[in-house]
């Protein structure tokens, strides 16, 4: 409403000298000069570039009809100007003097180009299509003649006089008003009356058609206007609204308006499709006797004062601000919008006091609708506006400046920019606390996050131990909100790990360390304790790790061969998983069986009752190092022979693996389980390696059968040495088999190939992959489980 205001205010200010009645049009004057000092202005004529006023001096001055600025003044007139008429190019001007003489004159240099004499006292004069001069004259006849050799071409006369006279445009017909106020119509080509108008009754003064044809004007010494419709020439009404006679019209180029000046010293404007009276112009202490549009929006008139003046005339105020533009989505504010895409709907409106032409993002168009009644209340009232979503391409990483562009009908344009910070894998989640190797006295710490993208789920570790999985974010977050969890921490160190998964499916990782300090190392002298806690152990919360970890190289019976590094193998996998990299499995969390240990009896216990503890929240290992063979009689039934097997009695003196299905099914709770075995079956040592298992086949059994233990239960991993029809190979340099010493490896830290300081079961096993093949030249290849698994799960992660 305040730009409203402004901009009628601004209207008022142009045009209050004038005091002009704002009715329905805007009106605001341009230009004023005075032509003729202390001399009125008694004819004049217009072109569609050109003005042309005279006086009682002999002189004629041309105008530019924007600017009114002088062209040039016209000083070899003979006599007095009775009437003039530019040609239809406006490159020549027309004038009749009182002495009969018609002269034409070029309107860029001033000359005269050729003149005819007797010619007698003209009322008025009009020209057509360069070639023909209409010469009304008070003899009470209309002459037509050659506008180059000023020979006659034909006339009309009448017995009555004759007032004014009009060509229309289409250069066919043309109009005489009598004395009597009939309009007489006449055919240029026959000078035939072809329909005499008798609708007025008073006297006509002036006779105009419209630019287009479509109507015709006449102006009586009674002040009104008869308006006729040009093409059928039906009587369309009168107009009434000045007190005295009539001196000029004029129709816009437009046909909205008729403009009429009268000797009460005003300028009326009316509407032609409503023949309703609209805007006034006075003229204090005088009148006008020429109006004529130069363009659709400007008008110009001359005075008896000798001013000649121009006014833009408009349906409505002009829109001289802006349009203005809210953006909904994305609120803006100082700082980027944080995004993590490649492209983000911008969402938003405009509105102006005149229609919106185009809105632009990023240089290109975009659909505009109608507004909700909601979005309209929103707006200032009596301003049209627009809605418009689009699309913001941002093709690279770092900032970017959207601009929106909004664009009226005035082409007024505003600019508004929306800037973006495009953030890359490392930068879409936030991890505000805590910080990275802090410390802190109490037993639990807030984890919270921020997400720049839509958030499906969240789940929090400690120590590998999982405990918020797959957590829903709270009702009604948005992208930058805060997520905040309370985490318990353990004594000593803590590896908090932060996994959030996108609704795209995509998962981000943040990992950070905190050090919880004890009270107890904290408030009593070095080797004191707390009364009646001595050797008390902290209870451990949430998720727990539990581990059976078996390798054997040496066998009871001497028929089995001996294997070099296998109970190595085990025994330094063992000592991994009880480092912090490793989950720091405690030692009543893990059985450890290697050579002697490892009896039937002892791995039967293991899986059975020792993991049979584990819960559903719970993370279970299994790891096997040795041989492994299938029944001589039954080569379908495969065992892992423990260090108490008999080859002729496998079926009672080793562990089938059968059993291991029905251990994970029946007995392990878990749903975490990972099974890691570097055990086949093959036949002989060589040199460089050894080979590990008993009886060559073409298929390996043992390793096909641990393949398919992942499908006995969701949720396991298996992951094994080689492929079938393949062997597990050990290398003397590398100290270890080749799968166990790339598993500790990876495990160690060089399976972290995103940098995150956690190694997945997924990069776990890529890495092993590899460099086993590369190692082996291909002989040996690892195989996991071809079924669903979460291929994010933490087995290890690396402080920093």
Not at 156 to 183: Q, W, Y
Not at 621 to 649: K, W
Not at 650 to 675: G, N
Not at 723 to 737: C, K, N, R, T, Y
Request: glycine content about 8%; overall charge neutral; hydrophobic content about 40%.
């Amino acid at each position: 409403m305040i730009r409203r205001l402004f901009v009628l205010l601004i209207a008022g200010s142009l045009t209050a000298n004038l005091a002009v009645s704002q009715q329905n049009l805007y009106i605001q004057q341009l230009s004023s000069v005075e032509s003729f000092p202390k001399s009125p202005v008694l004819r004049g004529a217009a072109s569609a570039s050109l003005v042309a006023v005279t006086s009682v001096d002999k002189v004629v001055k041309i105008y530019d009809g924007v600017s009114l600025a002088e062209r040039l003044a016209i000083t070899g007139v003979t006599n007095r100007v009775g009437a003039l008429s530019f040609t239809e190019s406006g490159q020549s001007l027309i004038t009749s003097t009182s002495d009969g003489l018609l002269s034409v004159w070029n309107t860029k240099t001033g000359g005269l180009e050729r003149s005819f004499t007797g010619f007698g006292n003209v009322i008025s004069l009009s020209s057509l299509n360069e070639n023909l001069i209409f010469i009304l004259g008070l003899d009470r006849t209309v002459k037509i003649y050659d506008a180059n050799s000023g020979k006659s071409i034909g006339s009309i006369s009448s017995k009555d006089e004759l007032t004014a006279m009009a060509v229309h445009p289409n250069g066919r017909v043309f109009a005489v008003a009598s004395i009597t106020g009939e309009v007489r119509i006449y055919t240029i080509a026959q000078l035939a009356m072809t329909n005499v108008l008798s609708d007025s009754k008073e006297k006509i003064t002036t006779l105009t058609f419209s630019g287009d044809g479509k109507y015709m004007a006449a102006g009586s010494t009674n002040g009104n206007i008869f308006l006729w419709d040009a093409t059928g020439l039906m009587f369309k009404g009168k107009l009434s609204g000045q007190k005295q006679g009539i001196s000029t019209l004029a129709f816009d180029p437009k046909s909205r308006w008729v403009i009429s000046a009268s000797f009460d010293s005003t300028l009326k404007f009316y509407n032609v499709a409503t023949l309703s009276g609209l805007n006034t112009i006075p003229e204090s202490g005088a009148y006008y006797t020429v109006a004529s549009f130069v363009s659709d929006e400007l008008l110009f008139a001359a005075n008896t004062k000798g001013f000649a003046r121009t006014w833009r005339v408009l349906e409505e105020p002009p829109d001289s601000l802006p349009p203005s533009i809210v953006i909904n989505t994305p609120l803006t504010g100082k700082e980027p919008m944080k995004v993590f895409a490649k492209d983000y709907e911008i969402k938003g409106l405009v509105y102006d006091d005149s229609e919106i032409k185009e809105v632009t993002v990023q240089r290109t168009r975009v659909t505009l609708s109608p507004l909700s009644p909601a979005e309209e209340a929103s707006i200032p009232k009596g301003f049209k506006g627009k809605k418009f979503v689009a699309t913001a391409k941002l093709d690279a990483i770092g900032p970017h400046l959207v601009e929106v562009t909004a664009t009226d009908k005035a082409n007024h344009s505003v600019r508004q920019s929306v800037s973006f910070q495009r953030l890359s894998n490392e930068e879409a989640v936030e991890l505000a606390s805590p910080a990275n190797n802090s410390e802190t006295d109490k037993i639990t710490v807030q984890v919270q996050f921020k997400s720049w993208f839509e958030v499906a789920s969240y789940s929090i570790s400690v120590n590998l131990a999982d405990l918020f999985t797959n957590q829903q974010p709270p009702y009604g977050a948005k992208m930058g909100d805060v997520i905040s969890e309370e985490v318990p921490l353990v004594g000593g160190y803590n590896q908090i790990q932060l996994t959030v998964k996108s609704k795209d499916g995509e998962r981000f990782t943040k990992t950070v360390g905190v050090t919880r300090k004890t009270s107890m190392t904290s408030s009593f002298p070095q080797g004191g304790t707390l009364p009646g806690l001595s050797g008390r152990k902290e209870t451990s919360i949430g998720p727990q790790r539990w581990a059976v970890v078996v390798g054997i190289s040496e066998y009871a019976n001497s028929n089995i061969p001996r294997l070099q590094f296998a109970d190595r193998d085990a025994q330094a996998f063992a000592e991994f998983l009880k480092t912090e990299e490793g989950g720091k499995i405690e030692s009543d969390h893990m059985r450890l069986l290697i050579n002697q240990d490892a009896t039937v009896t002892n791995v039967q216990d293991a899986l059975y009752n020792f993991l049979g503890q584990a819960i559903d929240k719970d993370f279970v290992v299994i790891y096997f190092a040795g041989h492994g063979a299938p029944e001589p009689a039954r080569p379908q039934n495969t065992y892992l022979l423990t260090y108490d097997a008999n080859p002729s009695q496998l079926a009672t003196t080793a562990f089938p693996m059968f059993r291991i299905k029905e251990v994970l099914e029946r007995y392990i709770s878990s749903k975490k389980i990972v099974v890691l075995s570097d055990a086949c079956h093959s036949g002989a040592i060589s040199v460089d390696f050894a080979t590990r298992g008993l009886g060559v086949t073409e298929q390996n059994l043992f390793n096909q059968y641990l393949a398919d233990l992942a499908k006995a239960k969701e949720g396991t991993i298996v992951f094994t040495a080689s492929a079938a029809g393949e062997v597990s190979q050990e290398f003397p340099d590398l100290g270890h088999g080749a799968f166990t010493y790339y598993l500790l490896e990876g495990l160690r830290g060089k399976a972290d190939l995103d940098n995150d300081y956690t190694v997945t079961i997924n990069e776990l096993m890529q890495f092993v992959e590899e460099q086993v093949k590369r190692k082996t030249r291909g002989a040996q290849n690892p195989t996991r489980s071809q079924t669903e698994y979460d291929k994010d799960l933490p087995i290890s992660f690396i402080q920093h």
